[in-house]
């Protein structure tokens, strides 16, 4: 089927404001992740969900940073009252289970620029 | 926590050049991956490697990983435009999330 998709592509928004970004990783993936990539850089880890709950939350750089997942599927991050350091390309990937046997396989991200 | 260091940090080259580019680690690794990633999209795994001095062939690309396996090498012989992205190396650490390392960033011009 289809691959891991993101939305939106492409968010520009303004400093204070709330983003919700949304992540269909690949049916029947149950292990879910969040990635921040700032231009140029490697990949920082946020969270990750294994089913509905997210055994590791440390990524997370503040608590205006939350994610969710429902269904075991669909999850969505969320940014509350925006700063421009939030700016980046937000990467989700979908493995079969969680682990080091089963490849991450990510979508295109959501680039978000806050003004 | 595991850093991996990716050098160089930039790489620009003319086509048909080979290349080397080093991932290295603080510990051992468990198991190691390299990714792709081409502009405007995710990165996309190329190989893992699990013993330490395996040696993995995909086309033009050879990966090595070290026999203590704190380090990691991917070599490209005669390189071509289409190899231009963003190489990324990353470990699962214990608690089952990939570490990614710094990336090395190659442009390969014709």
């Known amino acids: 089927g289809a691959g891991v998709s993101q939305s939106p592509s492409n968010k520009v928004t303004e400093k204070g404001k709330d983003v919700e970004l949304r992540c269909d990783p690949i049916?029947?993936?149950?292990?879910l992740y969040w990635y921040r990539q700032s231009l140029g850089q490697g990949l920082e880890f946020l969270i990750y969900f294994q089913g509905n709950s997210a055994p590791d939350k440390s990524g997370l750089p503040s608590d205006r940073f939350s994610a969710e997942r429902t269904g075991g599927s669909v999850s969505t991050l969320t940014i509350q009252r925006t700063q421009q350091e939030d700016s980046a390309v937000y990467l989700c990937?979908?493995?079969?289970?969680?682990?080091?046997?089963?490849?991450?396989?990510f979508g295109n991200g959501t680039r978000l620029t806050v003004t | 926590t595991q850093l991996l260091e990716q050098s160089p940090q930039f790489l620009s080259i003319q086509e048909g050049e080979n290349l080397t580019v080093y991932c290295n680690s603080s510990s051992v690794f468990s198991s190691l991956q390299w990714y792709r990633q081409e502009p405007g999209e995710g990165p996309v795994l190329l190989v893992t490697v699990v013993t330490g001095g395996e040696v993995k062939k995909l086309k033009r690309l050879t990966f090595q990983f070290g026999d203590a396996r704190k380090d990691s090498s991917l070599h490209i012989t005669a390189a071509q435009p289409g190899d231009t992205g963003l190489y990324l190396c990353a470990d699962p650490d214990n608690t089952d999330k990939l570490i990614f390392g710094t990336g090395t960033r190659l442009q390969v011009f014709p």
């Open positions: 049916s029947g993936h149950t292990a």
């Open positions: 990937a979908s493995s079969l289970a969680a682990g080091a046997n089963s490849p991450l396989h």
